[in-house]
């Protein structure tokens, strides 16, 4: 995940700043679970591990048949045991992303966002997903955050890869295109695409309160008001130009 700059008086690289509250508890968690899962892989061996994930992962079919709802909020805390750039890149982007957003929003609203958009993308992984076993992984909560900031800042400069320089809402809208067009949640890969889009998407339903039918309606009225009072200036205006008396010469 690239750095981000911010424009000044001088450019200004920043990966997030100082740690928030909640961005700090939820990155001790998260790598507390993983120092776990690394003992219990190591000392359990391969039994104690798929235990571990036959409860604590993601896996539709309990889900829906044995009803194990709390697969919905662990699996965003575990990360796999066999390659640390899993849980790097999840963490890096929830401090890069995360402190500024609950610098802005709270603590509280913060956390419940985050929460939501994980348990938003293991819903959208189990109904479109379900013959993936199981899914691991903060990534969904993540793509939830990015959106979030490009919903936020959307003309704050981000780096792509440290090299490109885009702003935040091309950034989000990028990530989450290459998502949709590669989705490969049914293929080889081990991406579970179905998850981030499910992220992304909870995160854009939260920020414009889509849940809330009243508030949709109040903005269908309000952009309807909009256009009658832009088209009723336009009206006057030309009946104005209209009725202009000009002199004669």
């Not at 409860?55 to 640390?84: C, E, G, R």
């Not at 819903?123 to 909560?141: L, R, V």
């Given at each position: 995940?690239?750095?981000?700059?911010e424009?000044?008086a001088?450019?200004k690289?920043?990966?997030?700043?100082?740690?928030?509250?909640?961005?700090?508890?939820?990155?001790?968690i998260?790598?507390g679970?993983?120092i776990?899962?690394?003992?219990?892989?190591g000392?359990g061996g391969?039994?104690a591990?798929?235990?571990?994930?036959a409860?604590?992962?993601?896996?539709?079919i309990?889900?829906?048949?044995?009803l194990f709802l709390?697969q919905?909020?662990?699996?965003?805390?575990?990360?796999?045991?066999?390659?640390?750039?899993?849980?790097?890149?999840?963490?890096l982007v929830?401090?890069?992303?995360g402190?500024?957003?609950e610098?802005l929003?709270?603590g509280?609203?913060?956390?419940?966002?985050y929460?939501i958009?994980g348990?938003?993308?293991g819903?959208?992984n189990c109904?479109f997903?379900?013959?993936?076993?199981?899914?691991?992984?903060?990534s969904g909560?993540?793509?939830?955050?990015i959106?979030?900031?490009?919903?936020?800042f959307?003309?704050r400069t981000?780096?792509?890869?440290?090299?490109?320089p885009?702003?935040a809402r091309?950034f989000a809208?990028?990530?989450?295109g290459?998502?949709?067009?590669?989705?490969?949640?049914?293929?080889?890969?081990g991406i579970a695409?179905?998850?981030?889009l499910?992220?992304?998407?909870?995160g854009y339903?939260l920020?414009?309160?889509?849940?809330?039918?009243r508030?949709?309606i109040?903005?269908?009225?309000?952009k309807?008001?909009?256009?009658?009072?832009t088209a009723?200036q336009?009206?006057?205006?030309?009946?104005s130009?209209?009725?202009?008396?000009y002199p004669?010469?």
């Amino acid at each position: 995940m690239p750095p981000r700059y911010e424009q000044g008086a001088q450019y200004k690289l920043s990966f997030g700043g100082p740690l928030t509250p909640i961005v700090k508890i939820l990155l001790i968690i998260t790598v507390g679970v993983y120092i776990g899962e690394l003992f219990v892989a190591g000392i359990g061996g391969p039994e104690a591990w798929d235990v571990t994930l036959a409860l604590l992962a993601l896996n539709p079919i309990l889900v829906f048949k044995s009803l194990f709802l709390w697969q919905l909020v662990t699996y965003m805390f575990l990360h796999s045991p066999d390659s640390v750039f899993h849980i790097l890149f999840n963490m890096l982007v929830l401090w890069m992303f995360g402190c500024e957003i609950e610098r802005l929003w709270g603590g509280r609203r913060f956390l419940r966002y985050y929460l939501i958009c994980g348990v938003g993308a293991g819903i959208a992984n189990c109904a479109f997903a379900f013959m993936q076993p199981q899914t691991i992984g903060a990534s969904g909560a993540i793509f939830g955050l990015i959106v979030a900031y490009g919903m936020l800042f959307p003309d704050r400069t981000i780096l792509f890869w440290g090299i490109f320089p885009m702003s935040a809402r091309q950034f989000a809208l990028l990530l989450s295109g290459i998502e949709l067009v590669s989705l490969g949640a049914f293929s080889s890969d081990g991406i579970a695409r179905f998850a981030h889009l499910g992220g992304a998407l909870t995160g854009y339903i939260l920020i414009k309160r889509l849940w809330d039918p009243r508030r949709l309606i109040h903005d269908i009225r309000w952009k309807i008001r909009r256009r009658r009072f832009t088209a009723m200036q336009k009206d006057e205006k030309r009946k104005s130009d209209r009725d202009r008396s000009y002199p004669f010469h």
